[in-house]
């Protein structure tokens, strides 16, 4: 069990390297987390420094998240087999190690970002099928609306929807239990955007707006 815990913690502190933070040491400039939103993110980042460097966080980030759930539990097991839980389970406890980490990163006075590109991640490897139908829901939503929280909120639900209704897996499923903690938890962290989306607050990411200016 020790292994387990060893292994929950590595990702957390793997989830916690944040990728706009990686890129900024790496290539200079200001730190997007006193820009704009104020949020580590690759939104803030395409934002406040360019697409060329929000896609660089994005892909940092998703790539911590594939890393937790499918090199972390194999290394676990190489170490200590067997282990006291599948290496499923193992994953998802990793999975939201990770996204937590991304969310509250312990290097960075737990101020991070949202977790969508990192739970991406984590729903690439363990459930890829799900993201053909959330990814261009969200692709579908971002460019009708230009609300990147109601684009995230809304992929969320479709992989929820996949899991529970389409997939083997089904509700009463690990997999049905983690998608549906992980829409708790996208709903959390998007509160404030939700709040301000209902009072017709909350600011449009306009150059995406693709669907909507073909549509008019």
């Not at 200001?30 to 929000?54: E, M, W």
């Not at 992929?155 to 389409?166: R, S, T, Y």
Request: glycine content about 12%; hydrophobic content about 55%; overall charge positive.
């Amino acid at each position: 069990m020790l292994t387990c815990g060893l292994t929950v913690l590595a990702a957390y502190l793997l989830g916690s390297v944040l990728g706009s933070q990686l890129l900024t040491a790496l290539l200079g400039g200001p730190d997007i987390r006193h820009l704009g939103s104020g949020n580590a993110g690759a939104t803030n980042a395409v934002r406040q420094r360019g697409v060329k460097f929000g896609a660089g966080v994005l892909l940092l980030d998703l790539l911590k998240g594939v890393l937790a759930v499918a090199a972390l539990p194999l290394a676990a097991e190489a170490v200590a087999a067997p282990l006291p839980i599948t290496l499923e389970e193992l994953a998802m406890l990793c999975g939201v190690a990770v996204t937590a980490g991304h969310i509250w990163p312990l290097y960075f006075s737990f101020a991070g970002g949202k977790g969508i590109a990192t739970l991406l991640g984590v729903y690439l490897w363990m459930t890829p099928a799900a993201l053909l139908l959330a990814v261009p829901g969200f692709a579908l939503v971002l460019t009708l609306s230009g609300y990147v929280s109601l684009a995230a909120v809304s992929a969320a639900v479709l992989v929820v929807f996949h899991v529970v209704c389409i997939d083997d897996a089904g509700a009463w499923s690990a997999l049905g239990a983690f998608s549906l903690a992980m829409l708790a938890l996208v709903l959390w962290t998007h509160r404030g955007n939700l709040q301000r989306l209902a009072r017709g607050q909350e600011p449009r990411f306009e150059r995406v707006m693709v669907l909507r200016r073909l549509t008019r």
